[in-house]
């Protein structure tokens, strides 16, 4: 992650429901500001902020005894709209962010920026994440096909409306699925084969340890890597720690 940046001040009583929305805040340098978590979130500098549940299932009421002047949500885990709900019932200020490619990445950065007042310190994250993106791309003859598997049982991978999608084309790569519609997909494994994978990625969304060996015990004859979920699973800073285990992962393929 970038170097963390003096927030301004008056600091204002956040609060953030899910990891992605944690890194942000920690890449402008606000982890300081945050009052309430969830129990996901692992972004550096949040030991004095309150505990209030996993992100699918948030203490309503532990999250309004902290007085969040404004609550971060996400709708990129899938049944936080459930949450944000009530949340809102609750009568507290929220923002819901829901990115799905990486410029919709980057816009929310900049929004987090601009309603926390480091607009600056935003514009210079997204800088710095692009430039670094741009350094890790590697022109291919043929772009290797790539499947990232957020979970096994059932096999569920990344669509095309994917921030994955995009990620992959910056790096000279594509996601196998590109052609699938969806955010993500259950597939078999006779549809995972007929994807063509030159690359399968583990990156187990909530998985305490990631278990490689199952993918390849599949009998695939594909390279498997595994990535952690902070570096693929989560819309913010913290996806060019995935770029650089995915470019360094391609540059091994033994592709003609």
Do not use: Y
Not at 218 to 233: D, F, T
């Amino acid at each position: 992650m970038l170097p963390l940046a003096s927030p301004p001040t008056p600091p204002l009583r956040l609060a953030s429901l899910v990891a992605s929305n944690s890194d942000i805040l920690a890449a402008l340098g606000l982890s300081g500001w945050v009052v309430a978590v969830d129990h996901h979130s692992d972004a550096p500098g949040l030991e004095g902020a309150r505990r209030v549940g996993l992100d699918l299932d948030i203490d309503v009421q532990a999250l309004a005894q902290t007085r969040p002047e404004l609550v971060l949500a996400s709708l990129s885990v899938p049944g936080q709209d459930r949450v944000v709900a009530a949340v809102q019932a609750a009568g507290l200020p929220t923002l819901v962010l829901d990115p799905v490619t990486l410029p919709e990445m980057f816009a929310d950065i900049r929004r987090v920026g601009e309603v926390t007042g480091t607009a600056e310190r935003a514009e210079q994250v997204v800088e710095e994440f692009g430039r670094e993106l741009r350094s890790l791309r590697t022109d291919f003859s043929h772009p290797p096909r790539v499947l990232v598997e957020w979970w096994p049982r059932p096999i569920i991978a990344a669509a095309r409306e994917s921030w994955v999608t995009d990620l992959l084309a910056a790096l000279g790569a594509k996601n196998a699925l590109a052609e699938r519609a969806g955010r993500s997909t259950p597939l078999t494994l006779d549809e995972v084969r007929a994807t063509r994978p030159d690359l399968i990625v583990c990156s187990w969304c909530g998985a305490k340890r990631l278990r490689p060996e199952v993918i390849e015990a599949r009998g695939l004859g594909v390279p498997v890597v595994a990535i952690h979920e902070s570096g693929l699973g989560r819309p913010g800073p913290r996806l060019i720690e995935g770029a650089r285990q995915l470019a360094a992962a391609l540059k091994t393929l033994p592709l003609t």
